[in-house]
């Protein structure tokens, strides 16, 4: 993937995308958060609330890596869990969009 | 403090004040993580949280330590921050109660 360029234009759109995705995510992970801390009545539920706040924030971190060489799959990640629809990635170009298809095409 | 010894009243007695202020220190400290999750706002506040809860949870799972050879240094702690008042631990000897009453006077 090393060989796509990136314009700046390009890059201006793909930060959008990839912030919009990230605010997404988090917000949606915010509400799970906000109804899994209503539910603590345990000593023990501390430590469960504990494990699920760091493993997903873990892979939240991992997942949104906004390197140019990765950048395509991690927006057919983003695309395919729902975080990021097709349109929000309209200022790529369409040799990205295309070799994002073929990721996406690949996974299903 | 290995010289002390515990007849099966007073380890059960411990055990109970213990147990409680455990309960009492964790009840507390999840309603504080009720009302941080309930400010939940950025992205970044998910990981205020999970240090605040690490740190704290952390915190807690050295404190209860509940061996014999450290147990009097524990109640004196549980005393002290307020998770145990002193009738909880009727159940006890005078010579353990002195300890604790030593330790104290030494730590205010």
Same mark, same amino acid.
């Given at each position: 993937m090393n060989e796509l360029t990136w314009s700046k234009g390009e890059k201006a759109a793909a930060r959008w995308a990839f912030d919009k995705a990230y605010r997404n995510e988090c917000a949606a992970f915010m509400k799970e958060v906000k109804a899994m801390a209503r539910e603590l009545r345990e000593p023990e539920d501390l430590w469960k609330l504990q494990d699920s706040l760091g493993g997903r924030l873990k892979e939240i971190s991992e997942k949104y890596d906004y390197r140019y060489s990765v950048l395509i799959f991690v927006f057919a990640r983003l695309l395919r869990e729902g975080w990021l629809a097709e349109g929000d990635l309209d200022g790529l170009g369409k040799d990205k969009i295309e070799r994002i298809r073929? #990721?996406?095409?690949? #996974?299903v």
């Open positions: 073929n #990721i996406l095409g690949a #996974i």
